[in-house]
């Protein structure tokens, strides 16, 4: 009888052990609660205060802008962006060519291959010199072409080819140039009329015409070309072309650089980062854009909005482009990350477009291991500079053609719109120029 007495009164005293120990805990709860909220009410009246305050001195100074989105407030006090002047840049040297094949020569192979040639004329640019012929047969078969243009090498060399894509009923024969005559500066391709978002001066094509494009409408791009075909000079030559038209709060840049080539533009206030060249700062730099991607694109769909452009229309805070350029993709994608670089990179090539996000990407190596199947089709518009041989060039443009290309920025650009190649010359930029360019820019 003790024994269960003295039971009962154990579980009772330890019934009360945890009923006191759950209402200690409860006031503590309780007064957390209450304490959580007078702070919030406290922050709250001085975010008032603090918003009044930058109210009234708006009214009162005009020189300082307020953005006020999504209750925060955003002191506007940045510098005016030095726009680079054409004066920074080199003056191309006009040079003539007097290295004309008679056209009669060629007109005599031609009615040898039985074409009739109704008109015949001479067009010389800036790369190249064009037979123009008209004929009307009416059709020429292709082992005809094959024959007229096997001919034509073995009588007047290699730097001669047959442009299939002219026109119809119409046979253009380049003579290419390989004197100095076809070398150009940038300042010769830039174009103040334009009103692309992202301009991309490109070059001169065959026709004598200045080639560029809208990297927004590319929107990815793919350059490749063997080892001093002019892959450097290319990126280089796009980098300042986008700088001459954006601010870097238009614009912002991600370099990735193994080979520290493009280290130059480190002092650009444009780059997100200095040159990425080591494994580890790589991969942290396409994460951050892989998050960048994903707040875009929730912020753009939050907003009512389709893309960056009708974004920005509605926002005040507008979001910038940002351009992703990697040089050498046969090394990154060659290496331990490899796998997580190359689902990154192909994440933001088709999800990037409406985020404002673009990839240029350029690799001395077009195999099939490096330009997978996914990645050219995710990187539409494509320049091919001089490769090895007709394999290469089929991985590039899956098209021949890169292989009869001289070297030293002569180029093939298939544009994402378009099933023609145009044959042009990427120009030329010096390091001098580059470097005045970006002293000039954060003076």
Same mark, same amino acid.
């Given at each position: ?20 120990? *759950? ?66 840049? &080199? ?14 020569? /060629? !007109? ?6 039985? /074409? ?42 290699? &730097? ?19 004197? &100095? ?19 991309? *001066? ?48 238009? %614009? ?8 520290? !080539? ?10 997100? *980062? ?39 229309k509605k926002s005040r805070n ?14 990154l994608l060659s290496r331990d /990350? ?21 990839i240029i990407a350029a690799t ?20 091919? %500079? ?58």
């Amino acid at each position: 009888m003790i024994i269960n007495t003295l039971m009962c009164f154990n579980v009772l005293l330890q019934c009360l052990i945890v009923l006191i120990e *759950y209402s200690f805990k409860a006031i503590v709860f309780i007064f957390n609660f209450i304490a959580k909220i007078v702070n919030n009410k406290k922050s709250d009246y001085d975010y008032r205060i603090q918003y009044n305050i930058n109210t009234e001195s708006t009214i009162e100074n005009n020189n300082i802008i307020n953005h006020i989105e999504d209750n925060t407030i955003k002191e506007n006090t940045e510098k005016e962006y030095n726009y680079p002047s054409l004066d920074l840049l &080199n003056e191309s040297k006009e040079t003539i060519s007097y290295d004309y094949i008679n056209i009669e020569e /060629i !007109e005599n192979i031609l009615k040898e291959l039985k /074409i009739n040639i109704v008109s015949k004329e001479i067009k010389e640019s800036r790369i190249a010199i064009n037979y123009i012929f008209k004929y009307d047969n009416s059709i020429i078969k292709s082992y005809t072409l094959s024959t007229l243009e096997n001919s034509l090498k073995c009588l007047f060399g290699d &730097n001669i080819k047959l442009n299939r894509y002219y026109a119809p009923k119409t046979l253009a024969i380049e003579y290419i140039k390989i004197d &100095n005559s076809r070398y150009f500066g940038l300042k010769e391709v830039i174009n103040n009329d334009d009103n692309f978002e992202l301009p991309l *001066y490109l070059g001169i094509n065959t026709d004598n015409e200045k080639t560029a494009l809208d990297l927004t409408k590319a929107p990815h791009m793919l350059i490749a070309g063997e080892t001093g075909s002019g892959k450097s000079v290319c990126l280089a030559s796009i980098i300042t072309s986008l700088v001459y038209k954006r601010t870097d709060k238009e %614009l912002e840049l991600m370099l990735i650089d193994k080979k520290n !080539e493009l280290s130059i533009f480190n002092k650009l206030p444009h780059l997100m *980062y200095n040159s990425l060249n080591n494994d580890d700062d790589i991969i942290s730099g396409l994460i951050k854009l892989e998050v960048e991607l994903r707040e875009r694109n929730n912020k753009i769909t939050n907003k009512g909005a389709r893309n960056i452009q009708e974004y920005n229309k509605k926002s005040r805070n507008k979001l910038p482009y940002i351009v992703l350029i990697i040089d050498e993709l046969q090394d990154l994608l060659s290496r331990d /990350i490899k796998k997580e670089a190359e689902r990154i990179i192909n994440t933001i090539a088709s999800l990037g477009r409406s985020a404002g996000i673009h990839i240029i990407a350029a690799t001395q190596r077009p195999s099939a291991k490096v330009i997978t199947g996914e990645l050219k089709a995710n990187l539409p518009t494509k320049i091919a %500079l001089s490769v090895a041989n007709n394999t290469d060039s089929r991985v590039i443009l899956d098209h021949k053609g890169a292989e009869d290309l001289i070297g030293n920025g002569d180029a093939l650009l298939k544009r994402k719109e378009s099933v023609k190649y145009e044959h042009i010359q990427i120009p030329n930029i010096t390091t001098e120029e580059i470097e005045r360019i970006i002293e000039y820019i954060n003076r």
